[in-house]
Nanobody, 121 residues
Framework: QVHLVESGGGLVQPGGSLTLSCAAS????????MAWYRHAPGKQRELVAN???????NYADYVKGRFTISRDNAKNTVSLQMNSLKPEDTAVYYC???????????????WGKGTLVTVSS
């Protein structure tokens, strides 16, 4: 069993910054791609950013230049540094990871339970 636990959400004023963190734990042989998604009220869940095991990154256009995704492969963690936050960034942010639990298994997709980010004055 693999668990992804997010932390770092909260209330922040427009223009402010927040850092989200996610730690993967449990039976893990290897972690592959990791990502952050978000789900805003009335909208579908959308990809915010992802990062592969080599550190290659990809960002949604609406966060480019404002958000930075990073990971620590030794600790199986992924972070999302969010700067210049806007009210439209308000959402529940979810951590996602592709994990091989044992050498002989395939890569399975796991999700955290989410952390709420509210951008408001």
């Amino acid at each position: 069993q693999v668990h992804l636990v997010e932390s770092g959400g909260g209330l922040v004023q427009p223009g402010g910054s927040l850092t989200l963190s996610c730690a993967a734990s449990g039976t893990i042989f290897s972690v592959y791609g990791m990502a952050w998604y978000r789900h805003a009220p009335g909208k579908q869940r959308e990809l915010v950013a992802n990062i592969n095991s080599s550190g290659g990154t990809n960002y949604a256009d609406y966060v480019k230049g404002r958000f930075t995704i990073s990971r620590d492969n030794a600790k199986n963690t992924v972070s999302l540094q969010m700067n210049s936050l806007k009210p439209e960034d308000t959402a529940v942010y979810y951590c996602n990871a592709g994990v091989r639990v044992v050498l002989s298994s395939g890569v399975m997709n796991f999700w955290g339970k989410g952390t709420l980010v509210t951008v408001s004055s």
